[in-house]
């Protein structure tokens, strides 16, 4: 899925709320959306990398 950049001009005062435009989009889309915006942030607040952690046990002997 790719997005598509669109640019509109608006008077202050006179544009539309954020609400309106997730409202026309599609599940899917917003679903996506919510997903980049999540791995965006836990990148950033936890300098995480993508996939599986490792696990490290110490056994006492």
């Not at 202050?12 to 919510?34: C, D, M």
């Not at 990148?43 to 006492?60: C, E, L, S, T």
């Amino acid at each position: 899925m790719t997005v598509e950049r669109v640019v509109r001009k608006y008077r202050v005062g006179e544009q539309p709320s954020e609400y309106s435009y997730w409202q026309t989009q599609s599940p899917e889309a917003r679903i996506a959306a919510l997903e980049q915006i999540r791995k965006q942030y836990n990148n950033w607040k936890h300098d995480a990398r993508p996939g599986f952690q490792r696990v490290y046990r110490i056994v006492k002997r």
